[in-house]
């Protein structure tokens, strides 16, 4: 393999293994707004928010995104839903409605991959997204 090749295959090995910043937060190596954490998930509000209540609930196992969830995941995505989102729901007092979006891949405007989900809400919001 020449130089060049192997420079660039180390460099993707390097963020294939780097740190997401979403995993050093559940690591506490960086500071964020946390309002929910249990042993399977934290939720914490987002830097820039897009609506005045705007938190982001991830999962403590590291899942780059919705492609690489398995059925071993049956049991987290029902705790984030069932548990997580209404307790928040309850805590942010968004009876009126929010909006629950997971952004995938490079289309879907996904910027950090791990798996996260945007609970927004506090004011109306329109359909589509752009
Ligand atoms: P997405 O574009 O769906 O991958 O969403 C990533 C979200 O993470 C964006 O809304 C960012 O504003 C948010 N974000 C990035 N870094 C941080 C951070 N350190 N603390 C809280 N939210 C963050």
């Known amino acids: ?3 060049r090749l192997q420079n660039i ?3 993707r090995l390097k963020n294939m293994t780097k ?6 937060i559940i690591d506490h ?3 964020a707004d946390i309002v929910f954490e249990d042993d399977i998930c934290m939720a914490f509000r987002d ?4 609506a005045p209540v705007h938190i982001l609930i991830i999962p403590k196992k590291e899942i780059a995104s919705t492609n690489q969830l398995t059925k071993d995941d049956t049991e987290l995505l029902g705790h984030i839903y069932t548990v997580v989102v209404p307790q928040l729901v309850d805590e942010f007092k ?3 409605g929010y909006r ?10 996904q910027t950090v991959y791990h798996l996260h989900f945007h609970l927004l809400g506090g004011r109306f919001m ?3 997204p752009g």
């Open 1 to 3: 393999m020449n130089g």
């Open 9 to 11: 295959n180390a460099r």
């Open 19 to 24: 740190k997401t910043i979403f995993k050093k």
């Open 29 to 31: 190596e960086i500071p």
């Open 47 to 50: 830097v820039n928010p897009q």
């Open 94 to 96: 968004l009876s009126d």
């Open 100 to 109: 629950l979006v997971t952004n995938c891949g490079n289309n879907g405007g």
């Open 126 to 128: 329109s359909w589509p």
